[in-house]
């Protein structure tokens, strides 16, 4: 068996493993293509062995390359890309990304080309998903960066820190990593705070410890677009005459895609490639494998596939109501 594997939208890390398990359980042959949905287009491709795949299996660097593209392919495309496929005998093709990678694949299945897809996002706001790859290691990553403000804080008391983090229309990243981190509050698009009860409930905070570290997502302000920053910039403005103390910045950003993968992202690849295997050895087509809360993995159609928001009702925001954190 050849199976094509490729990667859409932003590099995240824990990738590597998913690409390994899946030669591994199957036994395939594996066709990497590089540079996304253009990538394919342009015939962009490699051969990886096991042994290679086995070195990179829980590296942080990438064994392969992402991309984007805000273009609608046309049928001629479509076709183009089918009798690529066919001319390097790919049985079939796999990707990784968010929901129009997705849809994508749905299209280019009407092609005949039998067609897998798992999310891939530190977003974690693929439909009907509970976890999507490079998640877990994103907030791993502003765990460590809240651990440092800490401690900054404990060394220098009294201070105030803004952690701005990516997630431009969904707060699931900075809702969880508030959570998992023991952050103080977590501004997010679907939940949004009046700025003088934030303020008031900053000062509260803060008279009663070192530090008061809060998790922004990019899109908290409305002002997101693909590629900006800076919406702490406009909150810090609001805020800073309201509590009377210099706020401190911090924007991650781009650093939460990459670090190296947890425990939890090696496993969440692991049972998501077990079932993609399970799938195509069983004879299912063009299906998405998304990951529930039980942590088991489930198939569904590919037309299914739409980005998702924070579930209002979901335990992750109802717990950190409990915690005092929206």
């Keep these: 068996m050849r199976i094509g594997m490729v990667i859409s939208g932003g590099d995240v890390t824990g990738i590597n493993n998913f690409i390994f398990q899946m030669g591994r359980m199957a036994q395939a042959e594996m066709v990497l293509f ?6 394919l287009l342009a015939n962009r491709h490699q051969e990886v062995s096991q042994r290679e795949l086995t070195d990179f299996s829980i590296a942080s660097i990438p064994v392969m390359q992402s991309g984007r593209t805000d273009k609608k392919l046309v049928r001629s495309e479509y076709e183009l890309i089918t ?3 066919k001319s390097l005998r790919i049985d079939v093709l796999v ?9 994508f694949l749905h299209t280019l299945s009407e092609f005949g080309v039998n067609c897998f897809g798992v999310g891939m996002t530190i977003d974690n706001d693929v439909f009907g998903s509970d976890y999507t790859i490079g998640f ?24 105030v820190f803004m952690v701005e983090l990516l997630g431009g229309y969904c707060g699931e ?9 023991n952050a103080d509050f977590a501004l997010i698009p679907e939940c949004q705070i009046p700025t003088p009860l934030l303020a008031e409930r900053i000062t509260q905070r803060l008279a009663q410890q070192n530090s008061v570290v809060i998790l922004c997502s990019e899109g908290y302000t409305r002002e997101y677009s693909p590629g900006f920053q800076g919406a702490i910039d406009t909150l810090i403005k609001q805020l800073e005459p309201m509590i009377g103390v210099r706020i401190r910045k911090t924007i991650i950003g781009y650093g939460l895609r990459n670090g190296d993968p947890t425990c939890e992202e090696i496993y969440q690849g692991t049972i998501m490639a077990t079932e993609v295997v399970r799938c195509i050895q069983s004879g299912m087509r063009n299906k998405a494998v998304i990951i529930n809360g039980s942590n088991k993995p489930i198939p569904i159609d590919l037309i299914s596939m739409k980005k998702r928001l924070v579930d209002i009702e979901g335990h992750h925001y109802k717990l950190a109501k409990q915690l005092n954190i929206l």
């Excluded at 590089?34 to 990538?39: D, V």
């Excluded at 290691?137 to 060394?155: F, Y």
């Excluded at 990243?173 to 981190?181: N, P, V």
């Design 83 to 85: 009798r690529q496929l």
């Design 173 to 181: 990243l900075t809702l969880q990593s508030a959570i998992k981190s």
């Design 34 to 39: 590089n540079g996304g949905i253009p990538g």
């Design 136 to 159: 877990s290691t994103a907030c791993e990553q502003v765990l460590k960066e809240v651990v440092k403000l800490r401690n900054t804080g404990r060394a220098l008391t009294g201070r």
């Design 95 to 103: 990707m990784a990304g968010g929901d129009g990678s997705l849809q």
